[in-house]
């Protein structure tokens, strides 16, 4: 089992940027895919991004070119750079680490984009 901590939400302009970290404790982080997935008010949570144990790299349509996932197996995290912040990027940011078959989930970070 595997426990996820999200962190670096907050309140960002348009145009501007945010990262967000997720440490991971009580299991063997590098053989986990991780992800980060997003909900907004109302919608369903979607895949921002994730990332292989093998350092394989997906990223959904929206971010592609303005979110860059990474992870350090040293440090037990995975961050998510995101620039050029738009108001619909508006949403709780959750983190996901992934060993088939097992799902496990952070509690979110709010990330809020507003003028």
């Known amino acids: 089992q595997v426990q996820l901590v999200e962190s670096g939400g907050g309140l960002v302009q348009p145009g501007g940027s945010l990262k967000l970290s997720c440490t991971a404790s009580?299991?063997?982080?590098?053989?986990?895919?991780m992800g980060w997935y997003r909900q907004a008010p109302g919608k369903q949570r979607e895949l921002v991004a994730f990332?292989?144990?093998?350092?394989?790299?997906n990223y959904a349509d929206y971010a592609k070119g303005r979110f860059t996932i990474s992870r350090d197996n040293f440090k037990n995290a995975v961050y998510l750079q995101m620039n050029n912040l738009k108001p619909e990027d508006t949403a709780v940011y959750y983190c996901?680490?992934?060993?088939?078959?097992?799902?496990?989930w952070g509690q979110g970070t709010q990330v809020t984009v507003s003028s």
């Open positions: 996901k680490g992934s060993y088939y078959p097992y799902d496990y």
């Open positions: 990332i292989t144990s093998g350092g394989s790299i």
């Open positions: 009580g299991s063997i982080f590098s053989i986990y895919t």
